[in-house]
């Protein structure tokens, strides 16, 4: 069983120590849509289903994660490592997403009992949009609508994260990510814009 349910952000986040991050499994806490399991090449679009993320320790660490995210402990257990670790930045699902309507009230009171963090994530849950819509009014958690080439309008009144290709990024002032987030100067966790990615 791992023993931290937090790791330190990857390579575009910086590793540094200012972003930390947690995960869950992909495809059994989302919602894939049809670009998220298609191919391109030998892999999957979806990046949590390609490279480092399909080695199966991850795999597993992400399944235990999902586990120990069910226990009455979690909420507590997160808050102690958030404040021992002292982020500046946090990552919810790099991989996976919100699973139940219990679980985002979980991350609610975490994100609340860590007011100096800023927390930010994607969703592809818009069966949970009520809820998620609580956690994005808090004022440090951005919750972004993912939005790909089968969903390509925004439907739960949140700020969206496109593909570049999307027709509503060029009608909208949406931001580019730079793939790399501290010359990026962390912009997307401080500001509540709309933002687009091109696929590599
Ligand atoms: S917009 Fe900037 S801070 Fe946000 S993910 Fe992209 S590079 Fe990182």
Same mark, same amino acid.
């Given at each position: 069983?791992?023993?931290?349910?937090?790791?330190?952000?990857?390579?575009?986040?910086? *590793?540094?120590?200012?972003?930390? %991050?947690? @995960?869950? $499994?992909?495809?059994?806490?989302? +919602?894939? =849509?049809?670009?998220?399991?298609?191919?391109?090449?030998?892999?999957?679009?979806?990046?949590?289903?390609?490279?480092?993320?399909?080695?199966?320790?991850?795999?597993?660490?992400?399944?235990?994660?999902?586990?120990?995210?069910?226990?009455?402990?979690?909420?507590?257990?997160?808050?102690?490592?958030?404040?021992?670790?002292?982020?500046?930045?946090?990552?919810?699902?790099?991989?996976?997403?919100?699973?139940?309507?219990?679980?985002? *009230?979980?991350?609610?009171?975490? %994100?609340? @009992?860590? $007011?100096?963090?800023?927390?930010? +994530?994607? =969703?592809?849950?818009?069966?949970?949009?009520?809820?998620?819509?609580?956690?994005?009014?808090?004022?440090?958690?951005?919750?972004?609508?993912?939005?790909?080439?089968?969903?390509?309008?925004?439907?739960?009144?949140?700020?969206?994260?496109?593909?570049?290709?999307?027709?509503?990024?060029?009608?909208?002032?949406?931001?580019?990510?730079?793939?790399?987030?501290?010359?990026?100067?962390?912009?997307?966790?401080?500001?509540?814009?709309?933002?687009?990615?091109?696929?590599?």
């Amino acid at each position: 069983m791992v023993r931290e349910l937090i790791v330190k952000g990857n390579t575009k986040m910086g *590793k540094d120590g200012k972003v930390w %991050a947690f @995960n869950l $499994p992909a495809i059994i806490t989302c +919602t894939p =849509t049809k670009w998220c399991l298609a191919k391109k090449g030998k892999e999957q679009n979806c990046y949590a289903l390609k490279g480092n993320y399909k080695f199966p320790k991850v795999q597993k660490s992400y399944r235990e994660r999902l586990e120990l995210s069910k226990k009455d402990d979690f909420v507590e257990r997160m808050i102690h490592e958030i404040d021992k670790r002292n982020p500046t930045y946090f990552r919810f699902h790099s991989s996976g997403d919100f699973y139940s309507e219990e679980y985002v *009230k979980k991350v609610i009171e975490i %994100a609340e @009992n860590s $007011p100096d963090v800023l927390f930010r +994530t994607t =969703t592809r849950r818009r069966d949970l949009t009520k809820i998620i819509q609580e956690l994005n009014s808090l004022p440090n958690f951005i919750v972004r609508e993912s939005l790909d080439t089968e969903r390509t309008t925004p439907k739960m009144n949140l700020p969206f994260a496109a593909l570049s290709q999307l027709d509503i990024v060029s009608k909208s002032n949406s931001y580019e990510c730079k793939n790399d987030c501290p010359k990026c100067g962390y912009y997307c966790w401080g500001n509540s814009v709309d933002m687009h990615f091109i696929e590599h």
